[in-house]
């Protein structure tokens, strides 16, 4: 299993990058940001400086949308990065919700958003692609390798990154619900000819290292928020109990906790004292995170990773951050790695 962080890009941007560097030091292969461009800062400058001063990690946004930014631009992002800092990049992508909401804007169809993957796939690995009309490519691009990761909740997105996507990036981490949209994923490839197994199973929750239950509850509460904007969406297309859908059904214990939804303040969005977040009971946000001692994480990382999953990315929006990457680089990456013997 591979280990990823999760940061915001707030100010100062030097901030994240020492953070990155940490993680890095502490044996994370991946480094993700937010996108969203009026809550935080533009990730993929912050991205350049983070490939610039680290020697192994990946880095990428968790996640872009193919609403905010020309299909093309981005594509030239990573091209451009890759040439600059030897194919060290990945792209998360959505459908959109905080940099298309707050802009009173809405997310892309599942057409578009199908599309695009195919867009900025094609020119971020040097090959041509057709767009509105005509052929295009980088011309100044050689040897660019890139995978689309597609975060996904609901039946549709689902079944369209099984068809198309090089990973899937499921934003909780609880074990149910992961081995039911997995498995939903893994049918999809299946059907469309392809091989499952070849997909990246991301699943990305808030980790915090730590003793007192209450703190940390609070401290991750915020993440149930987030995580029911796109829920209360696939409720509101789907309906609560929706077995027998054609898309199929969605779980009760991903719906349930929604009903005490009251609205949502974007300027809070993914904080720790996020004010909107109520509604989000105690067991869901120990269902959604992965809170406790070393040895609690390892538990239900070797249950996650049972299911197929192939990376953790953990989320640092808290006020634990330098330590839990500490406990992960010294116990738990370790115990989730496969052990060598030095003479057999």
């Known amino acids: 299993m591979d280990f990823g962080v999760v940061l915001q ?40 400086a983070i490939l610039a001063e680290t020697k192994r ?46 802009t009173n804007g809405k997310p892309t169809t599942m057409a578009e958003l199908r599309e695009s993957i195919h867009v900025i796939r094609e020119l971020a690995n040097s090959r041509p692609v057709d767009y509105r009309g005509a052929t295009l490519q980088f011309p100044w691009s050689r040897g660019s390798e890139l995978e689309v990761w597609v975060a996904a909740y609901g039946p549709m997105a689902l079944k369209l990154t099984g068809e198309v996507g090089d990973g899937f990036i499921l934003q909780l981490a609880d074990v149910d619900i992961a081995a039911w949209m997995i498995k939903t994923v893994k049918d999809a ?38 995580v029911g904007n796109h829920v209360a969406d696939i409720v509101a297309k789907y309906g609560h109990h929706s077995a027998g859908t054609e898309a199929g059904a969605i779980p009760d214990a991903l719906a349930d ?77 370790p115990a989730l790695q496969t052990h060598v013997d030095a003479k057999r």
């Not at 100010?11 to 990155?20: D, E, I, S, Y």
């Not at 030239?76 to 060290?88: H, P, Q």
């Not at 994480?297 to 192939?310: C, D, F, N, W, Y």
């Open 9 to 48: 890009t707030n100010p100062p941007a030097a901030r994240t990058v020492q953070l990155a560097k940490l993680a890095e030091a502490h044996g994370f292969s991946h480094v993700w940001t937010f996108d969203s461009h009026l809550l935080w800062q533009e990730p993929y400058v912050i991205h350049s």
């Open 57 to 102: 990690v990946t880095v990428g946004p968790f996640v872009t949308n193919p609403a905010t930014r020309d299909w093309t631009v981005t594509a030239s992002v990573f091209a451009t990065l890759n040439e600059m800092y030897g194919n060290r990049t990945v792209c998360g992508i959505g459908r959109g919700d905080s940099a298309v909401r707050v």
């Open 189 to 226: 490839a299946a059907a469309a000819g392809r091989d499952p197994e070849s997909l990246s199973f991301c699943v990305a929750a808030p980790m915090y290292i730590g003793e007192d239950w209450e703190h940390m509850r609070e401290q991750c509460r915020w993440f149930g928020g987030m």
């Open 257 to 333: 906790y929604i009903r005490g939804r009251q609205g949502y303040d974007y300027n809070t969005h993914g904080k720790a004292d996020n004010d909107h977040v109520d509604f989000v009971p105690d067991d869901i946000v120990e269902r959604f995170c992965i809170l406790g001692t070393a040895d609690e994480h390892i538990a239900k990382l070797e249950q996650l990773r049972a299911l197929g999953v192939t990376q953790f990315a953990g989320y640092l929006q808290h006020d634990n951050k330098e330590e839990t990457m500490r406990v992960y680089g010294e116990t738990v990456i």
